[in-house]
């Protein structure tokens, strides 16, 4: 049965359907008080992950083995003092592949990765990306130094990827030992004397296409941009009929590596849909043309989408607004129905196969 | 929020020296604590009533029969 886990600025929300994807049940709240920067099912065992923060009490993971009714929460998570930095934000849960029972990887600001074995009771830094040669070099972003995007190959064990804001793609084919920046051809506009560095570019969020793994998509602060070279060389997308290169949000088809979705922001300083047109922008051709997909979606709506509210499945495509709204669409974008309204603030949406 | 992340339990009987050795036997220590052992900015913490900045802070002593509250600060102006 189709899901989806709305990680809201208060709670967690947990709405559900069937295979039309038309109509949805939406929960009662879950981890109540706790902003839920992302929450994500464990294929593995079908328990979930949430990436949780409090105003009073900080950042931390929580996990449910009984899809939400209990919680047990992370008991050693921080990082080592001779770091001189401290766990601002838990931004994103990644579970490790089938076999890799128990592990599991959690990114967060101040631009910090952690590994898990023993199914998120405990976290490790990966100080191979915390103590990184180019720190010095990195920004945060509005949001904080987040740790937003990983993305692990499915064909090679060893090699994954993660992306923080703003310091840019970063790519590991030793399991995480080290890691090699990953922005070739990717615009740092802010920087104008020198908007090509090697690090420091405002990615958004990243995915690697499930089918084509060599195949990356990016929605950057300084536009859209495809590699299919697993990341060494990217190509900016934009300019295309899309009305800015400015957005957070990307999604993708899972059965065709040609097509992506994004929902483009007027710019930088105005971080609201274009002429209040809240439009899902589609290619199908990699990204050398886009077209607006309007059907269901409301008119005028000034509404804005965050780099984790959005997600996809087999049989569908969802985001979620600041506005508290989800949409869904099971025919790849050409029509949309309104899922929830009223939410709190959505911070995350997350696709899960609740069967 | 403390109370849900123990089943719903609101009181403990511990036995410690000082506010700070009683509230780290807690099961939700790592929440009232940051990962430096310092005390979050908006917990406060009253000790039969009077707040522990008004005594030695973690280090006030305890003589066996005080209760210990733990109550979120006001934060108002928070993007809450």
């Not at chain 1, 049940?25 to 409090?54: I, K, M, Q």
């Not at chain 1, 005028?300 to 506005?323: C, H, I, K, N």
């Not at chain 2, 410690?16 to 940051?34: E, K, Q």
Request: with cysteine; hydrophobic share 35%.
């Amino acid at each position: 049965m189709p899901a989806l886990l709305v990680g809201t600025r208060k709670g967690l929300f947990v709405l559900s359907s069937d295979e039309d994807r038309r109509d949805w049940e939406v929960s009662d709240p879950l981890l109540t008080g706790w902003e839920v920067f992302h929450a994500v099912p464990d294929p593995r065992d079908g328990s979930v992950y949430a990436a949780t923060n409090s105003f009073v009490y900080g950042a931390t993971v929580h996990r449910s083995e009984d899809r939400g009714e209990t919680w047990t929460r992370a008991e050693e998570l921080g990082l080592p003092e001779e770091t001189g930095l401290t766990l601002e934000k838990t931004w994103h849960v990644r579970p490790g592949r089938e076999g890799e029972d128990g592990r599991l990887w959690l990114g967060g600001a101040p631009g910090v990765l952690f590994r898990s074995d023993d199914s998120g009771r405990t976290w490790k830094t990966v100080q191979s990306l915390v103590g990184h040669e180019s720190r010095e070099k990195w920004n945060p972003g509005a949001g904080g130094m987040c740790c937003h995007s990983i993305q692990l190959d499915p064909d090679d064990p060893n090699r994954m990827y993660v992306a923080i804001s703003a310091a840019g793609t970063f790519r590991t084919e030793d399991g995480g030992e080290s890691w090699e920046p990953a922005n070739s051809g990717v615009a740092a506009d802010f920087f104008p004397d020198n908007p090509f560095p090697e690090v420091g570019q405002c990615v958004h969020k990243l995915l690697v296409h499930p089918s084509r793994p060599e195949r990356l998509w990016q929605q950057n602060h300084c536009g859209v941009y495809r590699s299919d070279d697993q990341g060494r060389n990217w190509e900016r997308l934009e300019g295309n009929g899309l009305p800015s290169g400015f957005g957070f949000p990307i999604m993708l088809d899972p059965s065709d590596p040609e097509t992506a979705f994004v929902i483009p922001e007027e710019g930088a300083e105005n971080r609201v849909t274009p002429d209040g047109r809240l439009g899902v922008y589609r290619t199908q051709d990699g990204g050398q043309s886009w077209e607006l997909l309007e059907g269901g979606l409301p008119e005028p709506a000034w509404v804005a989408v965050l780099r984790e509210s959005s997600s996809f499945d087999d049989g569908g495509v969802y985001f979620g607004t600041q506005s508290g709204s989800v949409f869904a669409s099971a025919d790849g974008g050409d029509s949309w129905v309104e899922a929830a309204t009223h939410l709190p603030p959505i911070l995350s949406v997350e696709a899960a196969d609740w069967r | 929020m403390l109370a849900a992340e123990v089943g719903g339990q609101r009181r403990f009987d511990v036995e410690a020296d000082t506010v700070g050795s009683a509230l780290r036997s807690l099961p939700v220590a790592n929440l009232v604590f940051d990962e430096r052992g310092q005390l979050r900015q908006l917990v406060n913490v009253y000790v039969d009533g009077t707040d522990v900045r008004e005594h030695e802070g973690m280090d006030t002593r305890l003589s066996g029969s005080e209760e210990i509250r733990l109550v979120a600060a006001i934060a108002g102006g928070y993007s809450t």
